[in-house]
């Protein structure tokens, strides 16, 4: 069979639905991805008001399965097909943790709302130089970065994963609960406008590693008033190599909404058809299948 | 194949000892060699990128099919694994 589906998923930032985007991971809204989805979510929210239960949040079909694997429970399954997004079974979980230190996507995280009061812990890895404590507090962060409020530091853990790798688990109100994806032991300023144009001012680095465009090329083509993705595509090659688009979409979509005045909605998204990724003229015709 | 079991593989000629089950981007990583294509236009050195088989990064020409992306590829006793359009920044091409 072919293996186009497992891993030609191209979302492309249409972040509608169970997004597998190529937008790394955008947070779901709390509420609503309580319906379900991947997982399942709104199990592992009910159970963890007995035990803590792993909630994963794996967006992206790629080769990887250390969740699985780590997992002596057997509660989370990927499966034979390695890029098959993983389903935990939140009934069979003991909160051990191992899948949240292994996770090489920080996709994985522990929820335990056994304290009630409208609190959760929420247990997520860190790996950065200074040493969280217990009893002080620290920023949650979404999956895009973005500060949630603070926290207090239940417990610190260095439980498997790499050696650096270590838990943290934050008291946070149950509202956050499930968008906190991160933790910051103090603030950063990089949202700083003029950091922000410093680092940018740096020197040009490549948008589209495909056709290897380089920023100054995308902002002088987008100079030139096009009013669309599409264009501004068709205009630079931007875009339009082997990987489709997969890794510079999102950020051509941001500059060229910023030149044109225009919103990134309005400005539309790229028309990715298949195959979503090279594929050899025979396996299109049935006669290899190896995965080349 | 028992997974872990050295393998030989053949970069440019080279012989490079792999780990049967692992991708050739990995084993070319553990051997040093960083690079696996040139780019088109730049001519620039690439190496793998995202490693999970998405950019295209690390696309070489495997037992002569070209553009194979080295890391979803796991290494065959006997592979050869080939720069595409050949080695430009000497024979170690590290
Ligand atoms: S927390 Fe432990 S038991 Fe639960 S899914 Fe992760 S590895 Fe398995
Ligand atoms: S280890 Fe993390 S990134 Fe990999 S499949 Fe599991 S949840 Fe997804
Ligand atoms: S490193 Fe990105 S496709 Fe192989």
Redesign the pocket.
């Known amino acids: 069979m072919l293996r186009l589906r497992k891993t030609g998923t191209v979302d492309m930032g249409r972040s509608s639905g169970k997004g597998k985007g190529a937008d790394g991971g955008r947070p779901r809204e709390g509420g609503e991805s309580l319906a379900g989805g991947h997982g399942d979510w709104a199990r592992a929210w009910e159970v963890s008001r007995r035990k803590a239960v792993a909630v994963?949040?794996?967006r992206?079909e790629?080769p990887?399965?250390?969740?699985?694997t780590?997992c002596s429970k057997g509660a989370?399954r990927?499966g034979e097909d390695i890029c098959a997004?993983?389903v935990s079974d939140p009934e069979a979980c003991d909160g051990c943790g191992r899948?949240v230190a292994?996770?090489?996507?920080?996709?994985?995280f522990l929820l335990d709302r056994r304290a009630g009061g409208g609190m959760a812990a929420v247990t997520v890895p860190y790996e950065m130089g200074e040493e969280p404590r217990a009893g002080e507090e620290a920023r949650a962060v979404d999956g895009e970065g973005k500060e949630l409020g603070k926290g207090k530091i239940l417990k610190v853990t260095a439980a498997g994963g790499t050696a650096a790798t270590k838990l943290v688990t934050l008291e946070v109100p149950e509202e956050w609960a499930l968008k906190v994806r991160g933790v910051r032991l103090r603030e950063i300023f990089i949202e700083e406008a003029e950091e922000v144009e410093g680092y940018r001012g740096a020197g040009d680095c490549i948008v589209c590693r495909c056709e290897e465009i380089v920023r100054s090329e995308v902002e002088e083509t987008a100079g030139h008033g096009f009013r669309s993705l599409a264009a501004l595509r068709r205009a630079s090659r931007v875009g339009l190599g082997y990987c489709q688009g997969r890794f510079c979409l999102e950020p051509l979509r941001r500059e060229l909404a910023e030149k044109s005045g225009r919103t990134v909605e309005e400005l539309g998204f790229g028309s990715p058809r298949p195959p979503l990724r090279p594929v050899r003229l025979s396996r299109l015709g049935g006669g290899d299948v190896r995965d080349t | 194949m028992v997974a872990g079991e050295e393998v030989t593989i053949f970069v440019d000629g080279r012989r490079v000892t792999a780990r049967a089950g692992e991708p050739v981007a990995a084993a070319l990583y553990a051997a040093g060699i960083r690079t696996t294509r040139f780019s088109r236009r730049r001519g620039e050195a690439r190496g793998p990128f995202c490693m999970v088989g998405r950019c295209t990064e690390c696309v070489m020409t495997v037992d002569g099919v070209e553009n194979v992306r080295t890391c979803t590829t796991p290494v065959r006793d006997g592979m050869r694994v080939e720069t595409p359009g050949g080695r430009r920044h000497g024979p170690s091409g590290a």
């Open positions: 994963i949040d794996c992206q790629i990887c399965n250390p969740c699985e780590a989370i990927v997004l993983p899948c292994v996770c090489p996507g920080m996709a994985v």
